[in-house]
């Protein structure tokens, strides 16, 4: 089981930019390794550090502005590029508990679905505006309702987002795609008897 | 009166074992492959869930993606490839999963190696964490490649959550010409439905030419289905297949063989069944081809000119024949043929197999490499090295001064170090030509087997039908 996706607010970190691609978000020189743990110290690496490996005294991700944020927001096409789960993982294990973007790239929405990091797609406007809160206001906190599918904006309003309804109920429920697959286990050990596959 | 299915929805419908209402399905998997690379932190995930593999009897492990291709009674070199290699070698003797590593001979590309130990069935479900996998679609299975999360499933479930692909026929008529090889027919397929062409569909081959195909070029076709974008690619399983099957350690023996025959021929797609899309071409229109861009869309005959801006309809295509051109550094209007190069790449997952060196071996016999040019043959497995050692193709090689190299993915994804250098321009029989794919800066002509011979003793890209004229 995973942990159940609930309802959480949390102030935002604006990262407003278009085709922000798996490359960015993790470079693929990171990929030889064998464990997902430890990731987030490799998220936005070439954004974060310097040519020693020390983060740079201006990388805003390390900004104690937005220390505690858990809510990403970006633009157009966030995720785009390879296929590798690199990206979800480092994102979450960053801290990071949803992007709010404009749109996302195919392979990377249904990744971070089944990494438990919950992509949110609201129209360029209603971001716009969230990003100009944040920028005015670190302190701004918006709210997600998972149970009701908004995102509650103070001072804009509440917005809906779409998820699909088997995806939403893993999520809610805290089943990971083993411990749905895992609670049909009587099903695959009668479909394996039944197809001499046992 | 059953309703008339296709080959995929056969297979399909005989592995779901629930179907989730509005959601996906959970369908059966009866062979996973895994390597190194994919399978490190799906192993550490399931022993954090405290859970065992379900069916370490349906998995079979071997390395390929990062090992060295060069003396392997040496150290490797690589601490990180090392460390993943031998973090494979720990979990398979942790979880009882069968390891084909070097020692035990059978070491070999993950695609290789399936059908050579007769363990990829028609009919079976076939899954890796690798993209590639759509190769054992080859004998009528329904094979795809899966991400590291999926993998953790399959060891912990033996199933997978997976929605119904559409379907797309390619129909190949004819007599395939002389000097075409299954390579020339799947880039040529590519080039006229585009890498995108067959998104969200499971393709199936079929008509009088794919039939004339070897299971080794079946093989090379359904390996680049994933480059059209299929989920899949298929061919029905035929009296072809069951010969190649018969006597491989994992395919059934004496009368069981006989009896999965009987099973086996009854996986096709029935008359009167229909597929979402259809797609026929003529196998005498194709050539030899060659890619010239950084897709393998970006493919062309080898006696045709690069394509001029004025030949592009979008402002997006153009952009991208720019930029392509620029990369690869050639001239647009210009002919292909004549191109120099550098290096040759014989190997990979599409063509490393034995019909595949037998076929550069038949065009390097008394010739010699270009002095220019470093030729790399790289066997798909350790069979058929020691296949080829023994027909004689190894001294043919390596007489004609390439190098003769241990059995691995090696300079198709360059990860093991065999890569080829910035600007430099390759020759290769792999499967994708994507910048920065064979080295960072690399440029790479996707070709097939006896053409990546012809412009490793040239030096250029020609055509292999005239190129001893010239």
């Not at chain 1, 089943?175 to 039944?194: G, H, K, N, R």
């Not at chain 2, 590593?101 to 993950?110: F, K």
């Amino acid at each position: 089981m995973m942990e159940p996706f609930k309802s959480f607010e949390s102030t935002c970190f604006p990262f407003f930019k278009d085709d922000i691609d798996t490359d960015q978000i993790i470079p693929a020189r990171f990929l030889k390794g064998t464990t997902k743990t430890g990731l987030g110290k490799k998220l936005f690496y070439d954004w974060r550090y310097d040519e020693q490996g020390n983060i740079r005294p201006d990388s805003f991700f390390d900004s104690s502005l937005y220390a505690n944020s858990q809510i990403l927001v970006s633009g157009h096409n966030f995720g785009c590029g390879s296929s590798r789960e690199h990206a979800p993982w480092s994102l979450k294990d960053f801290g990071f508990r949803a992007i709010i973007a404009v749109s996302f790239a195919d392979i990377f929405y249904n990744n971070a679905l089944k990494n438990f990091l919950l992509p949110i797609s609201l129209p360029e406007p209603v971001v716009k505006s969230l990003i100009q809160h944040v920028e005015d206001d670190p302190a701004y906190k918006v709210a997600i309702d998972m149970e009701a599918q908004e995102v509650k904006l103070s001072g804009e309003g509440v917005f809906s987002f779409d998820i699909n309804a088997f995806r939403k109920k893993c999520l809610v429920e805290g089943l990971d795609d083993i411990a749905y697959v895992l609670s049909y286990l009587p099903q695959i050990e009668t479909f394996e008897q039944a197809t001499g596959k046992s | 009166m059953t309703q008339p299915k296709t080959l995929y929805e056969k297979i399909w419908d005989a592995h779901v074992v629930h179907q989730e209402k509005d959601g996906p399905a959970i369908l059966y998997i009866d062979r996973h492959l895994i390597h190194e690379v994919t399978s490190p932190q799906a192993f550490s995930g399931l022993k954090n869930r405290g859970l065992k593999v379900r069916r370490p009897d349906l998995t079979t492990a071997t390395e390929d993606h990062s090992i060295p291709t060069t003396d392997r009674s040496l150290p490797i070199e690589d601490e990180a490839a090392r460390f993943q290699l031998q973090t494979l070698a720990e979990n398979c003797k942790a979880y009882g999963v069968p390891l084909y590593d070097v020692a035990s001979g059978y070491q070999g590309i993950v695609h290789v190696i399936g059908p050579e130990l007769g363990l990829t069935q028609p009919g079976i479900t076939l899954v890796c964490g690798d993209s590639h996998t759509s190769t054992h679609g080859a004998f009528g299975a329904l094979a795809f490649g899966i991400g590291t999360s999926e993998v953790e499933l399959v060891l912990a479930t033996q199933c997978l959550l997976q929605t119904r692909s559409k379907t797309m026929e390619i129909r190949v008529e004819g007599t395939l010409p002389q000097w075409v090889t299954a390579k020339d027919v799947i880039l040529y397929i590519i080039s006229k439905i585009g890498v995108g062409g067959a998104t969200g569909h499971v393709i199936e081959y079929t008509g009088s030419a794919i039939r004339s195909l070897t299971m080794e070029g079946r093989m090379t076709l359904c390996n680049m289905s994933i480059e059209a974008g299929a989920r899949a690619g298929m061919v029905a399983p035929d009296e072809a297949t069951f010969e190649y099957l018969k006597g491989r350690q994992f395919a059934p023996k004496g009368a069981d063989f006989e009896k999965a025959c009987e099973v086996w021929r009854q996986l096709k797609t029935d008359d009167g069944a229909v597929y979402d899309q259809q797609i026929v071409l003529q196998a005498s229109d194709i050539e030899p081809m060659v890619t010239y861009g950084t897709h393998p869309g970006m493919a062309l005959k080898i006696s045709q000119l690069i394509p001029k801006m004025e030949d592009l309809h979008t402002p997006a295509e153009k952009i991208e024949l720019e930029n392509a051109l620029d990369y690869m550094g050639l001239k647009s209007g210009l002919p292909i043929q004549g191109t120099p190069i550098d290096v040759v790449f014989i190997g990979s997952c599409t063509n490393s197999r034995i019909e595949d060196l037998r076929l550069a071996a038949s065009v390097l016999k008394n010739h010699k490499v270009s002095q220019h040019v470093k030729a790399l043959v790289v066997p798909g497995s350790a069979v058929i090295k020691k296949q080829a050692e023994s027909e004689g193709l190894a001294d043919i090689f390596k007489n004609s001064g390439c190098e003769w190299r241990e059995p691995g993915c090696s300079m198709c994804i360059a990860m093991n170090g065999d890569i080829v250098a910035s600007g430099k321009a390759c020759a290769s029989t792999s499967n994708r030509n994507f910048k920065g794919r064979q080295g960072k800066g690399s440029r790479t002509f996707l070709v097939s087997p006896i053409m990546a011979a012809a412009a490793a003793i040239t030096g250029k890209l020609v055509d292999i039908r005239n190129w001893e004229n010239e």
